[in-house]
Nanobody, 123 residues
Framework: VRLLESGGGSVQSGGSLRLSCVVS????????MGWFRQAPGKEREGVAI???????TYADSVKGRFTISKDNDKNTLYLEMNSLTPEDTAMYYC??????????????????WGQGTQVTVSS
């Protein structure tokens, strides 16, 4: 089981990025999958989750700006990020769990993680 993130980078405030997480070793159908982020000196926090029934959950700080989606045929999870602010600067991680998540924003729910991709937003 491997999760490989890409798409991070440096953008100016107000810009956009699209993160991708390519999964190998299992099919993402039926998995609870999500994006977390961790800024320096802060705990890893949930950003956007796509649960097994395709129910989405977003952190309040990103609602209306970020969109999580997946392509089952490509076995890939995405995070479209718009109207980025410096507060969005962090390492972004893809996470997966082969059952429905009862508490999707709890990082303890997930056993599979990618290595992360850095997002830096300058003012």
């Amino acid at each position: 089981v491997r999760l490989l993130e890409s798409g991070g980078g440096s953008v100016q405030s107000g810009g956009s990025l699209r993160l991708s997480c390519v999964v190998s070793g299992y099919t993402i159908r039926g998995y609870c999958m999500g994006w977390f982020r961790q800024a320096p000196g802060k705990e890893r926090e949930g950003v956007a989750i796509l649960n097994t029934d395709d129910w989405t959950t977003y952190a309040d700080s990103v609602k209306g700006r970020f969109t999580i989606s997946k392509d089952n045929d490509k076995n890939t999870l995405y995070l479209e990020m718009n109207s980025l602010t410096p507060e969005d600067t962090a390492m972004y991680y893809c996470a997966a769990e082969p059952i429905r998540c009862d508490d999707p924003m709890d990082r303890a729910e997930y056993n599979h993680w990618g290595q992360g991709t850095q997002v830096t937003v300058s003012s």
